[in-house]
């Protein structure tokens, strides 16, 4: 056992997805003080192209009477999926981690984690260090997942509460969300380095603080602390100036280049000072924490296959330049459920832009697109799951250029007939459309790219619950097991105390309001001249929270949260983007064809699957979309959860904005009445 309390275990935040800085691992285990290092490498885009392509590999191997299991080494790297841009950011750190004694626990294994465990173990034998390697298994479910909805398991969606068996796509592959307590096994049985797949973003950061401090699944209070710090450090240099609303700040100072990646030392009390890289730009600042605490969460509770955190009454506090401390967190019994993640073949889609500029632009768009609906005619345009004209951008009087004075059309479709997306199809989707080019509105160009306009495979992603009784979970150790009596395989059992909450988390607005009119005369600007926030996605739900800094006698958060009612939110939002996807028609049926009118001008529904979007009733018992709410105001936010906005989610979404990322910005450019005295002292 280890004697308490240890010094605080410092966690370097290496990477935020497969597209981060290769450099990462290598600078962190150079260059900084940290015990180990984590990185997530996997996302719901990337577990279906991983998953789909693993599930592929099989049924092609049984085409040959084998099995992926019984191939040599080599033959399995050949058609492996993992993360294999992991191999670039680790090769350059393996002298570094090993020379210095530091960590590693990341989640790229994705579909393959024993290949890459046993890949990792040979590139690191092969520079002649004996660096102890192992491996999380538990998260593949697709077996598991077919059998269970064959024996009359619904998996109702999390994000519109459907039933699988109301789906029209065939499964190709699920994965479930881990918790953090294998990897903590696994370092306390002595590895080095800890290759997982689907863990949840933070659960590495919760098995480093759980081997650290001898933490066992009693100490919820410790966890919850532990997950929120992997929260932080799970998307990298989000926290640490990428993604910030006050990124001017940065931009003036010349500290918008080279952001650091994020350390989070976290103590036997699971409080945490953030900190990051020397040397390095960006910030770590109550600006930049709040804005990541705030990415991508649902509600006051945080939910993790360990623990759930309450999420109201944490702390965010500046100790010094560059050091940021986070309190507060309270944690909860885990619920006896984790996520999972299954993907569904959904069809092909395609897409072309068309570029108009100058006068007239909605009358231009409508134009293009009656010409192309004209063209497909009625019994094409029924093949179509989906079929959307969006405009973007504007073209304004007086442009400084053309390149500003010019508006992207997109046409974009999904359906699930192949040769309909054939771009050599003359009767296609992209031919037909063409034609209308020569006979087109004034200043109208196609992109010199039409590559997109070819049919490619797209998928749905439903994400739903699993009993964590149903999970196999267990550490692999590639090393011989401490003691006589060591397991090379060791189970990590699911929790005994847990709870049954609920999937609909609390909602509320605010105790007490503030009568607006007592702050004095008001000025019409955009929100984020005093507001900072961020947004991001959860499968097709859309989070946004908004903050404030401090002020004389909270005066600006009492103005916030008196301010940002859901009724308030509605009107930022607008009509079209409350109507756009939680209003699809409720009574439909799943595979019929929803309205098909000017989606480039007032926002209808695209004609993809209707299904049931989580609505609520307003006072006249007309649906709209749920928008949930809550506060955490000992950081002066408000926080909404925008119920179906993104259009079933990143896989298949038919919109910009696939991951909720833009949405805030969005928001925070829309105006309200602020107090005139608040601009004074408060503008942003």
């Not at 090993?98 to 520079?127: F, H, M, P, W, Y």
């Not at 059309?409 to 031919?431: C, H, S, W, Y």
Request: aromatic share 8%; proline share 4%; with cysteine.
């Amino acid at each position: 056992m280890t004697s308490y309390p240890r010094r605080p275990v410092r966690v370097g935040g290496a990477s935020g997805g497969f597209s981060d800085r290769v450099r990462a691992i290598g600078s962190l285990a150079a260059n900084e003080d940290v015990d180990i290092i984590v990185g997530d490498w996997l996302s719901e885009m990337t577990m279906t192209i991983h998953g789909s392509g693993k599930q592929a590999t099989i049924k092609e191997l049984s085409t040959k009477s084998q099995r992926f299991d019984q191939l040599e080494f080599e033959q399995q790297l050949q058609t492996a999926k993992f993360a294999e841009n992991f191999m670039d950011c680790f090769e350059p750190a393996i002298d570094a981690l090993a020379t210095r004694g530091i960590k590693l626990a990341v989640n790229a294994g994705a579909s393959d984690t024993e290949v890459l465990a046993k890949l990792v173990q040979q590139k690191v034998k092969a520079k002649g260090y004996d660096l102890k390697v192992a491996w999380i298994e538990g998260d593949e479910q697709t077996d598991n997942v077919r059998k269970m909805i064959s024996d009359g398991e619904s998996f109702e969606s999390l994000m519109h509460g459907r039933k699988i068996q109301d789906w029209q796509h065939d499964i190709i592959c699920a994965q479930c969300y881990l918790g953090g307590l294998g990897i903590a096994e696994a370092l306390r049985q002595g590895a080095d380095i800890v290759i997982a797949g689907r863990v949840a973003d933070a659960a590495p950061a919760i098995g480093a603080a759980a081997w650290w401090h001898d933490w066992d699944r009693s100490q919820l209070d410790e966890l919850a602390g532990a997950l929120v710090a992997g929260h932080l450090v799970e998307c990298a240099s989000y926290v640490s100036g990428g993604y910030m609303s006050s990124f001017k700040d940065l931009l003036k100072q010349n500290k918008h280049i080279n952001v650091g990646f994020p350390i989070a030392a976290i103590d036997h009390l699971s409080h945490t000072v953030m900190s990051k890289e020397s040397n390095t730009g960006g910030c770590i600042t109550v600006d930049s924490v709040t804005s990541q605490l705030l990415y991508e969460i649902q509600g006051p509770l945080y939910y993790n296959s360990d623990v759930c955190a309450q999420l109201e009454g944490i702390c965010i506090d500046q100790v010094g330049e560059d050091q940021v401390r986070v309190s507060g967190v309270r944690g909860l019994p885990p619920p006896d459920t984790t996520k999972v993640g299954i993907s569904g073949f959904a069809g092909y889609q395609a897409e072309y832009h068309i570029f108009l500029c100058g006068l007239d632009i909605d009358e231009k768009c409508q134009w293009a697109e009656d010409q192309i609906r004209y063209e497909l005619g009625p019994e094409r345009l029924k093949k179509f799951s989906c079929l959307r004209f969006t405009r973007n951008g504007d073209s304004p009087i007086d442009a400084r250029n053309q390149d500003i004075s010019t508006v992207d059309f997109r046409i974009f479709a999904q359906t699930k007939d192949r040769d309909l997306v054939n771009m050599r199809n003359p009767e296609g989707f992209f031919r037909i459309s063409m034609v209308n080019f020569l006979m087109s509105c004034p200043g109208a160009s196609l992109g010199n790219d039409v590559r997109q306009a070819e049919g490619k495979p797209f998928y749905e992603y439903w994400p739903a619950l699993l009993p964590q009784s149903a999970v196999n979970h267990r550490a692999h150790l590639l090393f011989a097991p401490q003691g006589p009596n060591g397991k090379s395989i060791i189970d990590i059992p699911a929790p005994t105390h847990t709870a049954k909450h609920q999937r609909q988390q609390p909602s509320y607005e605010t105790t007490n309001p503030v009568d607006l009119t007592s702050f004095g005369e008001t000025v019409r600007v955009p929100l984020g001249f005093i507001a900072l926030g961020r947004s991001g996605d959860k499968a097709s739900d859309c989070n946004v929270g908004f903050f404030v800094r401090p002020s004389p006698n909270d005066e600006l958060w009492h103005w916030l949260r008196s301010t940002l009612t859901v009724a308030k939110m509605r009107e930022l939002l607008g009509p079209e983007e409350c109507a756009k996807f939680g209003q699809w028609a409720v009574e439909a049926p799943y595979n019929s064809t929803a309205a098909t009118g000017n989606g480039h001008s007032n926002g209808d529904a695209p004609s993809h699957p209707a299904k049931r979007a989580k609505v609520a009733l307003d006072a006249a018992g007309s649906e709209q979309m749920r928008i949930d709410r809550f506060e955490m105001r000992n950081i002066r936010a408000v926080h909404f959860l925008l119920h179906d906005h993104l259009d079933r989610g990143y896989d298949s979404c038919s919109t910009y904005d696939t991951l909720g990322k833009n949405c805030c910005e969005y928001l925070r450019a829309k105006t309200v009445d602020v107090p005139k005295r608040f601009l004074e002292y408060a503008k942003i």
